[in-house]
């Protein structure tokens, strides 16, 4: 049975399913991050006082993992770029996609794993020093979005080296479609790394 849309434009809408499923999903999550700086706002508005935030983080540490996202999204989007402009797998060294992609595919990946691993950093410092969710309600905001954000960028991590992997198997039957599938990965990607930028500025310069 063949799906249609998957790779040709809907003619309601301009777009193939996969972009509309996505972009569908992406409204849902920009509602779920919206609640969450929402909340944000009217608890730091309500509240007497509240912490010097760039005293209680570390903005060199913030600063870095937003560079980290930001050249993902870079070498995401360049892996997309790369794997269009190849030809369609008829056999040899473009079999498995051209080289190129799966390169930047895993430095996107790395990079992914990089701001994880800083994060963590970061979170354990927190604990460390006695600085729980429960110490105050900043801190509690913090954990909650950076939380929140982390399992996304997770969620993220697994879907592109799933498709670096065993998905690649749909490069070789069908690349557009394949192509198609890196493409909606890499709007998703694109939106944690734009919620990240927002959450650095809220939570660690303002």
């Not at 930001?70 to 190849?86: C, E, F």
């Amino acid at each position: 049975m063949d799906i249609p849309y998957t790779t040709a434009a809907r003619p309601d809408t301009g777009v193939n399913n996969p972009t509309l499923g996505i972009w569908l999903f992406l409204s849902s999550e920009i509602m779920l991050f919206g609640s969450l700086f929402s909340a944000y706002a009217l608890i730091r508005g309500g509240a007497d006082q509240w912490p010097d935030q760039s005293s209680v983080l570390s903005v060199p540490l913030g600063a870095i993992n937003t560079a980290l996202l930001v050249l993902s999204s870079v070498t995401l989007g360049r892996a997309l770029s790369a794997l269009r402009s190849s030809t369609h797998p008829t056999g040899g060294a473009d079999l498995y996609g051209p080289r190129s992609y799966r390169l930047l595919m895993a430095a996107t990946i790395l990079l992914g794993l990089a701001f994880l691993g800083i994060k963590a950093f970061e979170w354990n410092e927190k604990l460390a020093h006695g600085l729980v969710p429960s110490t105050n309600n900043f801190l509690g905001l913090y954990f909650t979005m950076t939380g929140v954000h982390a399992a996304h960028l997770v969620g993220g991590i697994l879907v592109n080296a799933y498709l670096l992997g065993p998905g690649m198997r749909l490069w070789r039957t069908e690349p557009e479609r394949y192509a198609g599938r890196i493409a909606a990965a890499r709007l998703y990607w694109n939106l944690v790394d734009v919620v990240w930028i927002a959450l650095f500025v809220v939570l660690y310069v303002m």
